[in-house]
Every structure is written in C-alpha cells, then in structure tokens.
C-alpha cells in the first residue's frame, strides 16, 4: 500500500482545513486508518482513527474538533479539522493498517503534511 496525504497549510487559530489521504495499491484486508501527528520536539502521537466499518475513535486532544471520515472504494479517508489551535500544529501523518492474519498486521506510513496554525 502506497499512500498519500496533503491538505496541509497555514490556518489561523480557530480555522479548519480538511487532510486528505489516498492509498494504491492493494487494500485488501484492510483493518482500520489513523491519523497521527508529531509537534516539533515531540514524539509521534496518535490523534484519529477508524475501522473499515466506519468504528470512529479520537484522542481526548481532539475530540469534539476533529472528525475522519472514510470511503473504502475510494481508498480515501480524510481528517476535518474545526476550531484549530496553535497546539494542533505539527506534521499530519495516515497510517493504513492491514491484517495479515489473526495475529500479525502490517502498516504503511503516509510521508506527512504540514499544518501551521498561528495566534
């Protein structure tokens, strides 16, 4: 599974953009999609994610402002993001999970896309 995500960009606080990730490739077996995101100085964190059968889970982070969304024929799930904050700064990564059987998944990483927000 190869991925890509943009959508990334400059807001002011209180903005909204809408990231965008898009798989190729085989998907088949396809357990759930995540959106993770890494602050300048700071691990890797994970802040959305959603089944195949559409099972929504959010970081407490977030909750409330961001909302992802999917559509399994296309290969495409999204992350809305409302009432930014200049926390939610850092680079935006999708993470396509696969099962490969009852005990071993297998990941593929998007390349990241940038979201500034300002005061």
């Known amino acids: 599974v190869q991925l890509q995500a943009y959508g990334g960009g400059s807001v002011q606080a209180g903005g909204s953009l809408r990231l965008t990730c898009e798989a190729s490739?085989?998907?088949?077996?396809?357990?759930?999609m995540a959106w993770y995101r890494q602050a300048p100085g700071l691990q890797r964190e994970w802040i959305a994610s959603i089944t195949v059968g559409g099972v929504r889970n959010y970081a407490t982070s977030v909750g409330g402002r961001f909302t992802v969304s999917r559509d399994n024929p296309r290969k495409t799930v999204w992350l809305q993001m409302d009432s930014l904050k200049t926390e939610d700064t850092g680079v935006y990564y999708c993470?396509?999970?696969?099962?490969?059987?009852?005990?071993?998944?297998?990941?593929?990483w998007g390349q990241g896309t940038l979201v500034t927000v300002s005061s």
């Open positions: 490739g085989s998907t088949i077996g396809t357990n759930y």
């Open positions: 993470k396509w999970v696969k099962s490969v059987n009852a005990d071993l998944d297998e990941e593929y």
